[in-house]
């Protein structure tokens, strides 16, 4: 059984910076294309940053230029640098691959930007 564990978010200031990390049981984050998604109450979860093969990473427009998604393959995780936060971040953020596995969905991990 496939299970995905993220960590990380909290409450940060606009323009403040905030790193999530995800690890995983049952399965293998280096090897695989991964994404982190985000979901606010009421909206449809969306894939905000991708990693594949050869470290090839993929940004939704939102977050192009202020988040970084990367992994560490010895540690086995995977992270997104967030930097340049707005208030339009504040989620729960998720960790699956891309496309998504059904049963892949953790507790996420929330973000709040907010002064």
């Known amino acids: 059984q496939v299970q995905f564990v993220e960590s990380g978010g909290g409450l940060v200031q606009p323009g403040g910076s905030l790193r999530l990390s995800c690890t995983a049981s049952?399965?293998?984050?280096?090897?695989?294309?991964m994404g982190w998604y985000r979901q606010v109450p009421g909206k449809q979860r969306e894939l905000v940053a991708s990693i594949g093969f050869y470290a090839i990473t993929n940004y939704a427009d939102s977050v192009k230029g202020r988040f970084a998604i990367s992994r560490d393959n010895t540690k086995k995780t995977l992270y997104l640098q967030m930097d340049s936060l707005k208030p339009e971040d504040t989620a729960v953020y998720y960790c699956?691959?891309?496309?998504?596995?059904?049963?892949?969905w953790g507790q996420g991990t929330q973000v709040t930007v907010s002064s």
């Open positions: 699956n691959t891309n496309p998504f596995r059904s049963d892949g």
């Open positions: 049952g399965f293998t984050i280096n090897t695989n294309t």
